[in-house]
């Protein structure tokens, strides 16, 4: 399972991205971030469903 993630770390991670990121690409980049975390946590759970399958 992912780990929870409080509004702190949120706070920290959007500022390091602040001072990386110009803000007028910030927008762009967030959205690719949110695209990768989808297809990561997809990827994840198809892994544990067939992981679930094959138990026996």
Same mark, same amino acid.
Request: hydrophobic fraction near 55%.
């Given at each position: ?5 409080? #509004?702190? /770390? ?13 803000? /007028? /690409? #910030?927008?762009?980049?967030? !959205?690719? #971030?949110?695209? #990768?975390?989808? !297809? ?17």
């Amino acid at each position: 399972m992912l780990p929870d993630i409080g #509004l702190g /770390e949120i706070l920290v991670v959007l500022a390091v991205a602040v001072l990386v990121v110009k803000p /007028e /690409e #910030l927008p762009t980049v967030m !959205h690719k #971030l949110g695209v #990768l975390t989808a !297809h990561v946590r997809q990827f994840v759970s198809g892994m544990w469903a067939g992981w679930r399958e094959k138990r026996f």
